[in-house]
């Protein structure tokens, strides 16, 4: 036994010779992480030291909390805006002055039309002010289901669905369909509203320079090969183009054939956003498919807002049946919003009729945006951004001072120069911190049917004046 004691202790003794270095150190450094996991304590005991009451009150008077929102300047202009005494019509009343309006979306001239307000003073008198509820507990009225039906035969769809608000709508709509993982193309000029249902869609981004076409096809070759390379991932991914018809931050409009065969070409789906572009382009108005001649039906998803050409609040989606009541599901603006009150349903209707009855007021509010558009070309130190027949336009500074804040005070001393000469004009407004790609400064010019040759004439020649007053 013995022998085999001393054979078995030689055996050790020549293994751990024979051991790797690294293990050996592996192996000590466990063993005195161990010893010191025993032996030493995982905290240190404080000593336990009560303030007196004095002391508490001082330190309570030197607590200083964080500011619930960031410090603003009572210069800002959201906290100094001008006051409109009655109707934005064709004349409005600005701080208790009269100016010709180039400011409000009133681009066919019917928020004082007589029969749009009598529809809608009927409809007050039969139904009340609003609804209390939405669309689907006791908020849906017989006038909700005539809008709708109109609106899908005037956009020669199948079907159409109304939202109580024009910028709930495209911010419900792409949240109904992308979801999180799938992929979404998007203009970077985009509006705020599509920035905001792309938030809430948590879908992937990917962003393009603002009608660059070129850059598009590049995103979705990349994409391409990249679905290549997991091809039950690509499978399962939901891929969207969305686009605006009349760009409200750039008043470009979006190249629409150009779109369509990317569509086809690389299997994606098109949300147009039409609320500057339904009512004013195409020979019956029905917006940027009817301006270049395409089958409405080619597009998955139009929207727009009831805010602008028909003069009443809320807005609309329009397409094929299958893809609208899906939002009547998921849409959350038309789902949990109370619905549109009546008498602004029965505005919209009215609004309907005299733009079917109507169709030349397109023709002549094209006529008034391409003369003042014309007029405005050539001002020394100002460029003018957005289509000749866009009746929402901006006037930008050729250059920038360097600074955001001075070019937005250089540009607020034109308008008030106009104001003060009664032509109401205004600055594009922005959420500076939270726009993805934020615009340079401007002054939106809007057009309406109902301005004059002279007014037109008068608001160009005074604009050049001031920007001759204040930029030199």
């Known amino acids: 036994l013995r022998t085999f004691s001393d054979l078995n202790t030689m055996l050790e003794t020549q293994f751990l010779f024979l051991a790797p270095a690294y293990h050996l150190i592996l192996e000590g450094i466990l063993i005195l992480w161990i010893v010191r996991l025993l032996f030493s304590k995982t905290y240190k005991l404080q000593e336990r030291s009560d303030l007196t009451e004095k002391e508490k009150e001082e330190l309570i008077e030197e607590w200083q909390p964080e500011p619930l929102v960031p410090p603003v300047s009572k210069e800002h202009p959201a906290l100094n805006y001008n006051i409109v005494s009655g109707p934005p019509n064709h004349k409005i009343v600005v701080n208790g002055k009269e100016c010709i309006n180039f400011a409000s979306f009133n ?41 709708e039906d109109r609106l899908a035969k005037f956009m020669r769809t199948e079907e159409a669905i109304i939202y109580s608000y024009g910028f709930a709508t495209i911010a419900s709509a792409i949240p109904a369909y992308s979801k999180r993982g799938d992929l979404v193309f998007v203009d970077e000029s985009a509006c705020f509203a599509i920035q905001k249902g792309l938030q809430a869609s948590r879908s992937n981004l990917k ?31 939901r891929r969207f ?18 779109l369509l065969k990317l569509k086809y070409k690389y299997k994606v789906r098109i ?18 498919t009817e301006h270049f001649g395409i089958n409405i039906d080619d597009i998955d998803l139009i929207s727009a807002n009831m805010e602008n050409s028909l003069a009443s609040v809320g807005g ?5 049946s299958f893809v609208i009541d899906h939002q009547r599901l998921s849409g959350q603006g038309y789902c949990f919003s109370a619905s549109l009150p009546p008498m602004l349903a029965s505005a919209a209707i009215e609004a309907l009729n005299i733009m079917e009855e109507n169709p030349d007021i397109f023709s002549v509010l094209r006529e008034k945006c391409q003369r003042i558009h014309n007029m ?39 308008i008030d120069y106009c104001t003060d000469r009664q032509i109401a004009l205004t600055q594009a407004r922005y959420l500076d911190k939270d726009e993805k790609f934020l615009p340079p400064p401007s002054i939106r010019v809007v057009v309406s049917v109902e ?6 004439d008068k608001a160009a020649a005074l604009i050049k004046e001031a920007a001759q007053h204040n930029l030199h």
Do not use: W
Not at 112 to 140: H, I
Not at 451 to 456: A, F
């Open 241 to 258: 183009i969305i686009v605006e018809g009349l760009y409200m931050n750039t008043g470009n409009i979006c190249p629409l054939p150009e």
């Open 207 to 237: 962003y393009f320079k603002h009608n660059d076409m070129a850059d598009l096809e590049r995103l979705l070759k990349e994409q391409e090969a990249e679905d290549q390379k997991n091809p039950r991932k690509a499978r399962v991914t």
């Open 376 to 414: 405005l070309q050539g001002i020394s130190g100002m460029k003018v951004v957005g289509e000749s027949f866009s009746p929402a336009f901006h006037l930008q500074l050729e250059k920038s001072t360097g600074s955001r804040e001075s070019d937005v005070k250089l540009l607020q001393a034109i």
């Open 107 to 147: 681009f066919l001239g019917l928020l004082a039309n007589e029969r749009v307000k009598n529809a809608a003073l009927t409809s007050l008198r039969k139904y009340g002010v609003g609804t209390c509820g939405p669309r689907g507990f006791y908020g849906t009225f017989d006038v909700h289901l005539e809008l």
């Open 316 to 320: 609309f989606c329009c397409g094929r």
């Open 271 to 288: 949300f147009l956003e039409e609320s500057l572009s339904f009512g004013v382009l195409g020979e019956h108005g029905q917006g940027v």
């Open 451 to 456: 301005q004059t040759e002279e007014e037109l």
